[in-house]
């Protein structure tokens, strides 16, 4: 394996142990700081690492590596923690990427951007307007890091537009022994396709080189349509725009249909009293605080959603202003992609399931709405969408106010029904696949951990998430609660 320079280990290896203290002592969060422990977006998964590092530089990563060696302690990447699983959870030492945001380059000719893997995507799109760039295709929210992005082969949707890690043209990685590592399709190949869905546990991503296109407008279309006519004409529906994106308010049995593209048309944002007023932020979240003790009244909400964003709008705005969404509140949430070919009938049997509950006195009270969304195939790896278009389907679970609600028998209903149709999870999201599962699903797995074993042998970037769901080992501290967040 090439690399850009000599395994900084060889110069780390000569400093004493409290000197590398004394190095790290300005970038260490001490014990007691709010920033000492981790909890994620969703408020749903919490940790306090042994040590949380918020390095400044390479130089400062490079330390904490070589710390780590000596302690024998694992090190975790995080970033702005959005990932609804326990995906960043460590009780060893976090490596915090906030301050390695900067743009390397812009390079207008070639379309591509360089930029260190900390960056949140909302600055990544302010530095790229500068430039008349933009990124082709987004999913749902823009307070991520590009690292994060990247390494769960993040979507977007779109019938001819694959997962987000396809735009990626190159890395550089600091791996575990401390050497920086260049690599692409090109160069260092496997190690390339192994971190463009490596789940953080290939190295720490420095720089991505991301293809990227001139700044474009979105003209995005909603309409409301009944389930059936929406499923049985799903595949022209899909089509018949470059970003089709579908909210399901299986309450009302009726499906919202979002519809982009791009367009020359002057901007023309136009917002829904729902989604877009504080009135209605506070009164949603009010209708969800109820439905958490009167769980009947999550129907009457569901369907009441559904009747207040009925009529039909048109948009144009920014591309980033159209891909993305108001997530509203903290939520539980699992995301699973399924064969498109098999995505009429899966969402039949879902349809099937969900009136059944209804009916049922006792029977789940879920959220609305589901989201729909479409990707083309791609050749990454771990991505859910190899070698097949894909349909992924979301559920949600809100938590007004912050308080728990219930939803893991919800969630496990459908992680059956996703499992029956040979779904894939989300790898931000948390799911119970294990190594034997995942190696039938992905014929790359056995590539991926061969890698994973030839750059960091010690494990040094294995925290329980992958521990458990790639090597298989989910007892104890790897258990897939250990770091739940509860009241």
Known sequence: MSSESTPASSKAHAIPLQTLYELLAPVTVRAGDPRATFTNWGLSFTCTPLSVFQPETERDCEL???????????????????????????????????????????????????????????????????????MRNLGSISDQTLGGVVTTATHGTGMDFPVLSTYV???????????????????????????????????????????????????????????????????????????VRLWWFPQADVVRVSSSDRTNEPRNPVGTWLWHSLVGYHLLQFFLFVGRYVPDFNLWTGRFSAWLIRDRTVTVDDSHRVYNIDCKYPQYTTEWAVSYEHAQACLREMRTWLDREFADPAGLRPHGGIEVRFSA??????????????????????????????????????????????????????????????????????DFVRVLGEVDPRGTFRNPYVQRHIFGNDAGENGPRVFKKLP
């Open 64 to 134: 904490i590596l070589e710390l780590a060696r000596r302690e024998g302690k694992p090190v975790r990447v995080a970033g702005v923690g959005h990932s609804p699983s326990d995906l960043a959870c460590t009780t060893g030492f976090m490596l915090r990427t906030e301050k390695l945001n900067k743009v390397v380059e812009v390079n207008v000719e070639k379309r591509c951007v360089v930029a260190q893997a900390g960056i949140v995507l909302s600055d990544l799109h302010a530095a790229l307007a500068k430039h008349g760039l933009a």
């Open 169 to 243: 043209r190159a890395l550089v990685l600091l791996l575990a022994d401390g050497a920086r590592v260049r690599c692409s399709r090109e160069e260092n190949h496997d190690l390339f396709m192994a971190s463009i869905c490596g789940l953080g546990s290939t190295g720490l991503i420095l720089e991505v080189t991301l293809e990227v296109e001139p700044a474009f407008r979105l003209r995005e279309v909603q309409e409301t349509h009944g389930f059936d006519e929406v499923v049985q004409n799903l595949d022209s529906i899909a089509r018949a725009s470059q970003h």
């Open 377 to 446: 195939a791609d050749d990454i790896w771990l991505s859910p969408s190899n070698g097949e278009r894909t349909c992924w389907i979301g559920l949600v679970q809100y938590k007004p106010y912050g308080l728990n609600v219930p939803y893991r028998k919800f969630f496990a209903q459908f992680e059956e029904l996703m499992i029956k149709y040979g779904g894939k999870p989300h790898w931000a999201k948390t799911h119970p696949l294990g190594p034997a599962a995942l190696r039938a699903l992905y014929p790359h797995f056995d």
